[in-house]
């Protein structure tokens, strides 16, 4: 069967590099176009990028030559641009029949637009009928609020959930290349990422909540940029409006696993999840770890964690490419 072909914006930088290295690997998709900055038009893409993947750049995306974003013919389009240039191109793209899939920040809260994690609120794809357009646009979480929702959706079949407190460890790859200077970040950690609390408290409430209105839940959010390369870690505490056993809460994560295989992956040892130790370079699950319960007994802790550029960038938004075409009835 041949390939559906897919164009990627944003395409130089990691996020981009990222979707462009899995897409590869892909029986369904093909990546045919490629589109980024004005200064790099024109150039073969593998002369323009800094390839920062572990991966090696295939001969042949490497020779795909970079185009305009209002270029691109590809009817499915994963957008990796900064949020102020996807709040012009990616609804004009749209407007052309083209289906956006963004990590873009842009439109995650335009009450239209799914903010999407299929194992966790693919009703929400519903909203697709409210966009006006012929094409249309679906968006992925923040990074961290993707394994944040790893920890929250099984728990929230236990109970009512009333506050999530939340302390984020991110790494340097999630501030892009050439990120944060080493002078500021090594050996050190930064209690502070530009809009990023903000961020998972909306999103966190939009993608628990129905698709007519946010869940009511209270959180606090602590983010810190951290010295590691890849693996943002989310630690987590939520209370419930009732006592909560901790058996409860393991036989939902299980649960959980067992209907979205490859979602989760619960550890049992006490000091897992590692960025260093469990992730790997194309590592599309949320690891969930340090299950457990001090004293207030409505109240559980765990550790969510994940490869940031994966399942919180590009795996979400290719994974959001193949929800999305399920629901419009074009699975493969």
Not at 65 to 75: A, C, F, H
Not at 232 to 235: R, S
């Given at each position: 069967m041949q390939k559906q072909s897919v164009a990627v914006l944003g395409a130089t930088g990691p996020v981009g590099q990222k979707v462009i290295s899995m897409l590869e690997l892909s029986d369904r998709f093909?990546?045919?176009e490629v589109a980024a900055s004005d200064q790099n038009l024109g150039k073969p893409y593998g002369q323009a990028v800094k390839w920062k993947n572990e991966f090696p750049l295939s001969a042949r995306?490497?020779?795909l030559?970079?185009?305009?974003?209002?270029?691109?013919?590809?009817?499915l389009v994963i957008s990796a641009l900064p949020a102020d240039q996807a709040l012009e191109i990616e609804p004009a793209l749209a407007t052309k029949g083209h289906l956006l899939f963004s990590?873009?920040?842009a439109f995650r809260m335009n009450e239209k637009v799914p903010l999407l994690?299929?194992?966790v609120n693919?009703?929400?794809?519903?909203?697709?009928?409210?966009?006006?357009t012929s094409g249309k646009i679906v968006t992925n979480p923040n990074c961290s609020t993707v394994f944040l929702m790893g920890a929250l959706a099984p728990l929230a079949r236990v109970a009512k959930i009333e506050n999530v407190s939340v302390v984020t460890l991110q790494a340097l790859s999630g501030a892009g290349y050439p990120g944060v200077s080493s002078f500021d970040l090594m050996g050190n950690v930064i209690p502070h990422i530009g809009g990023e609390e903000a961020k998972i408290r909306e999103e966190a409430k939009k993608i628990l909540g129905s698709a007519a209105a946010p869940a009511d839940f209270k959180l606090t959010v602590h983010v810190h940029r951290v010295p590691v390369l890849h693996g943002?870690?989310?630690?987590t505490h939520v209370r419930f409006s009732r006592e909560v056993r901790l058996e409860e809460a393991k036989e939902a994560i299980h649960t959980y696993q067992e209907k979205f295989p490859g979602f989760l992956e619960f550890h049992t040892a006490e000091d897992r999840p590692q960025p260093a130790r469990d992730l790997h370079p194309h590592d599309n699950r949320v690891h969930l770890g340090r299950l457990k319960q001090d004293d207030d007994s409505c109240t559980i802790g765990l550790i969510a964690m994940g490869h940031n550029l994966v399942r919180g960038a590009a795996g979400a938004a290719i994974g959001n490419m193949e929800a999305t075409l399920s629901f419009l009835g074009e699975s493969q």
């Open positions: 093909s990546v045919e995306v490497g020779s030559t970079l185009k305009s974003p209002y270029e691109v013919k590809s009817r990590n873009a920040s994690i299929p194992e693919s009703s929400h794809l519903e909203l697709l009928a409210r966009q006006e943002h870690t989310v630690a």
